[in-house]
């Protein structure tokens, strides 16, 4: 991890801390961690036997010195496709889309190039997984000073140059990860619901998770959409980032904090339910990290990634996980499901 970096409501503490037995071991090699990389500052949440501990170290903003503050607000990168994903889950909960459901079809606007067109059109399995054979992301399409927060999403689909959805293998056979596919995946969404995106995960996903302190919309710590909550960001040297509307923001545009991600973790613990009322489909729960059907998969290759998730091996503990970065923020997400764990560093 580059010096000087904010570490965002992440996932990404070792195993020693996720099962340590005391407050004072955690903040110890919180402390340690802060130090040996040069991060500015950070926020975590532990959920362990549905005990949940949050916690913050450092500074949300070095030149005011404000200490960073368990309830910090966050940006989280890629986490926000884990996030994202549950609420895809749940409009297939309501039947009103499914795993199957042709995205071609659905987004017959744009302009698919799909040599496997008739046998296999992207479906919105293959967005979830990446399994689309899609390309994963431009640099204009992230880093440029055009893109407004509503912007419209087919935006970034427009060029003169080469098609930006040539598909490049037979969707459903090999992994490949695809920042452009998480922003169909919000399109799809709002062709189902004929509304924004964020306005509809904010109020028929985090609403019902409780994660009040939470959007999808755009958050910024200057202009229009600033929140005095939001910490900033940094690059190295201390060089402060203030948040960057881009024009895939589905897959990286999540303001959170830590206490609201514990109740995201403990409602993927609980089997995808709220207050005990089924949420996602069980059998979709089961989906979250296991990749199926690909090359890779029949030849019993355990690689890839799931509906949310893809697993990582940490200190010989399987968990299901996903990093983000985004401007001057990083963040990390597992969950160890066998031990009723899970942490999240940012």
Same mark, same amino acid.
């Given at each position: 991890m580059p010096a000087k970096i904010l570490s965002l409501f992440l996932v990404l503490v070792s195993l020693n801390i996720a099962y340590a037995d005391s407050d004072i071991h955690i903040e110890?090699? !919180?402390q340690n961690t802060i130090e040996n990389e040069g991060i500015v500052g950070l926020s975590w949440s532990i959920v362990s036997n549905g005990h949940v501990e949050v916690g913050s170290a450092g500074y949300a903003n070095v030149s005011k010195l404000e200490h960073m503050k368990p309830a910090q607000k966050m940006h989280v990168g890629s986490v926000t496709k884990s996030v994202l994903? &549950?609420?895809?889950?749940?409009? !297939?909960?309501?039947?009103? +889309?499914?795993?199957?459901?042709?995205?071609?079809? &659905?987004?017959?606007? +744009?302009?698919?190039?799909?040599a496997w067109h008739h046998r296999s059109p992207i479906k919105v399995q293959n967005l979830l997984d990446h399994t689309a054979g899609l390309d994963d992301i431009r640099m204009w399409q992230f880093l440029s000073t055009k893109p407004l927060p509503n912007t419209p999403l087919a935006e970034a689909f427009k060029t003169s140059g080469q098609n930006l959805l040539m598909v490049r293998t037979e969707?459903?056979?090999?992994?490949?990860y695809s920042n452009m596919g998480y922003t169909l995946l919000a399109m799809v969404i709002e062709a189902v619901t004929k509304q924004r995106y964020e306005e509809f995960l904010d109020s028929n996903l985090l609403i019902?998770?409780? &994660?009040t302190d939470s959007s999808f919309e755009f958050i910024s710590q200057q202009g229009q959409s600033a929140d005095p909550l939001l910490a900033m960001g940094y690059h190295e040297n201390n060089v402060t980032q203030a948040a960057v509307p881009n024009y895939l923001r589905p897959a990286g545009q999540f303001t959170t904090t830590a206490p609201d991600m514990a109740k995201f973790m403990n409602f993927l613990l609980s089997g995808g339910k709220v207050n005990g009322e089924g949420f996602v489909h069980p059998e979709h729960m089961d989906m979250l990290t296991e990749p199926l059907n690909t090359d890779a998969h029949k030849a019993g290759l355990r690689m890839g990634h799931g509906l949310a998730f893809a697993k990582r091996d940490r200190h010989n503990v399987v968990g299901m996980c996903h990093p983000g970065t985004t401007f001057g923020f990083r963040a990390y997400i597992c969950l160890f499901p066998d031990e009723k764990r899970?942490? +999240?560093?940012?």
């Open positions: 110890t090699e !919180i994903a &549950m609420g895809v889950l749940h409009l !297939i909960f309501e039947g009103r +889309l499914s795993l199957d459901s042709n995205v071609e079809e &659905m987004l017959s606007e +744009l302009n698919f190039d799909n969707p459903g056979t090999q992994y490949s019902p998770l409780g &994660m899970d942490f +999240l560093r940012r």
